[in-house]
């Protein structure tokens, strides 16, 4: 098969890029599908910003490398702390000598007090929500650092982890770069930014003073390639040592059939649900809700993408993540919709209308989707758009049905906050993902929040995805977990088995054969 333009495109800037032929330094050369938006690790969530992100910053806990477990948290920038007995205030012991990236410094208690309250501010962090049980963070010594909770969060010490929020940057550097701090990020991680050329690609290099000491890989250049061929022709010919797959069974069964591809798929994925909007009739009938629920039958949607790559979800809750309950489910049965239909008074059918994107990932099951409605008299108009305007317009409460995918921190009240919360639903001055404009658990997911432990904790959480689920606010479709491929000659260190920042963390252990 002749290469594409776009592939022979991408190999001729492969071999200009810096460093591309210097042959005295480790140079793990790894391609992504879409451009780095900002390395600002308080603002930084999109796939293509994370994977960097995870290379240049500690929090002040981890997730061990190659897990995206909570139960795997263990010490990195703090090395030790306490809690005291009613769970409110946690005392974090820094480590001592921590240097950052470039020459700004040694980290102090100040620059987690700055981050920390940064990353709590709306107008300076993405993830300000996440921070809402904090009260105060303050200074105790050099090294100590006190936060104080309005209310005890069983899941505090993810917040704090190397994960969103929880990335330390430098004080000194954020405040004097501003709002250039983006393009030139500052943290304490392994990897330090060099540049980033917009549509081309970033250059890391490794940090000398890393406190975990000098990592073996010297330099990683991060390829823009968009497309699917043109990143696996670099791949094949050698050019390219981790890239990011193709996130189908079918690419997954072949490129393991051929030598040097090693397919690494990982969680957490990112759980499609196809969100129902109640605020539209005739949608603000169970009765219709209940029968597209029962008219989609997701195992067909599961033996598209493939059960490695996709693993069928049965609550509005992802799979694995903690507080998951699946007490109620929908099954596939075409009579009962039509019979539901017909006593909601829509014998013959319902026409309802749908902003779908037109990536990959989403319009062919949306296709799917559309098909099978059909066999049960429901209708569904489509109006195919890019992405972004996918994007724009499904915030602006303009579709009937949403299709979405998200990763999140994984426990359930991330999801249950930001897509089943009225706070946060669509068109509202609080607005997150709530597309379906679902209500009947606001309750149960502030009570879990200062739960007084884990168990009274969960058993809300189970109770808000009842009520959620028997309300049909959503129907839980599949979790499209990540892809990579890694060629022979990189070892991560480690076993890859999860990664939150959705790419393989490149630590001070990974290595690479010379050629």
């Not at 700004?104 to 049980?133: C, E, H, I, M, N």
């Not at 990143?231 to 069974?249: C, H, N, P, V």
């Not at 299709?403 to 607005?431: C, K, M, N, Q, W």
């Amino acid at each position: 098969m002749k290469p594409s333009v776009l592939g022979l495109a991408s190999l001729i800037l492969i071999a200009c890029l810096p460093g591309a032929g210097s042959a005295q330094e480790s140079l793990l050369r790894v391609a992504g599908d879409g451009d780095v938006s900002t390395l600002d690790a308080h603002r930084a969530s999109a796939t293509s910003d994370k994977t960097l992100v995870g290379w240049i910053y500690n929090g002040l806990v981890r997730f061990k490398p190659g897990s995206a477990d909570p139960k795997d948290l263990e010490p990195d920038l703090a090395e030790r702390w306490e809690t005291s007995a009613d769970g409110k205030t946690w005392t974090f012991h820094l480590r001592q000598g921590v240097k950052f990236q470039g020459d700004w410094g040694t980290l102090s208690a100040d620059d987690v007090v700055y981050s920390l309250q940064r990353s709590a501010d709306p107008k300076r962090s993405t993830f300000s929500s996440d921070f809402s049980a904090v009260e105060r963070v303050e200074k105790v010594d050099d090294l100590t650092v006190r936060i104080t909770l309005k209310y005890a969060d069983v899941n505090f010490l993810g917040r704090v982890s190397n994960y969103h929020g929880g990335n330390i940057v430098s004080r000194k550097a954020a405040e004097e770069l501003g709002d250039k701090f983006g393009t030139k990020p500052v943290g304490t991680g392994p990897f330090a930014f060099v540049e980033q050329v917009t549509q081309q690609y970033v250059k890391l290099t490794a940090h000398p003073g890393y406190f975990r000491g000098k990592p073996k890989i010297d330099t990683i250049m991060v390829r823009v390639i968009p497309s699917d061929s043109a990143r696996e022709l670099a791949f094949t010919s050698g050019e390219i040592d981790l890239m990011y797959g193709k996130r189908e069974q079918r690419w997954v069964d072949a490129a393991r059939r051929r030598p040097g591809f090693n397919v690494e798929i990982f969680r957490p994925g990112e759980y499609r649900l196809l969100h129902i909007n109640q605020s539209m009739p005739p949608l603000d009938d169970i009765r219709v809700r209940r029968a597209i629920a029962a008219a989609i039958n997701v195992d067909d949607l599961v033996r598209y993408v493939g059960k490695d790559v996709g693993p069928k979800g049965c609550s509005v809750v992802p799979p694995g993540y903690l507080g998951e309950d699946c007490s109620v489910r929908y099954s596939f049965d075409l009579a009962k919709a039509k019979a539901l239909l017909a006593e909601a008074g829509h014998k013959d059918g319902i026409t309802i209308k749908a902003i779908v994107s037109n990536i990959s990932a989403q319009q062919p099951f949306m296709e799917i989707m559309q098909a099978q409605l059909a066999k049960a008299g429901i209708k569904l108009e489509m109006q195919v758009v890019d992405h972004p305007t996918y994007q724009s317009q499904t915030r602006k409460d303009l579709s009937a049905l949403v299709f979405y995918g998200a990763a999140r921190f994984p426990i359930a009240d991330t999801y249950l906050s930001e897509f089943f919360h009225s706070r946060a639903t669509v068109g509202t001055p609080t607005a997150a993902t709530n597309f379906s404009h679902c209500a009947v658990a606001d309750k149960d997911i502030e009570q879990a929040r200062t739960a007084p432990d884990a168990e009274a904790q969960k058993a809300l959480w189970k109770e808000a995805q009842r009520k959620i689920m028997e309300n049909v606010c959503a129907i839980p479709l599949f979790e499209l977990r990540q892809v990579w491929a890694r060629s022979d000659r990189l070892d991560f260190g480690y076993e890859l088995k999860g990664a939150l920042n959705l790419a393989p963390p490149i630590t001070e252990a990974t290595t690479l054969k010379p050629r």
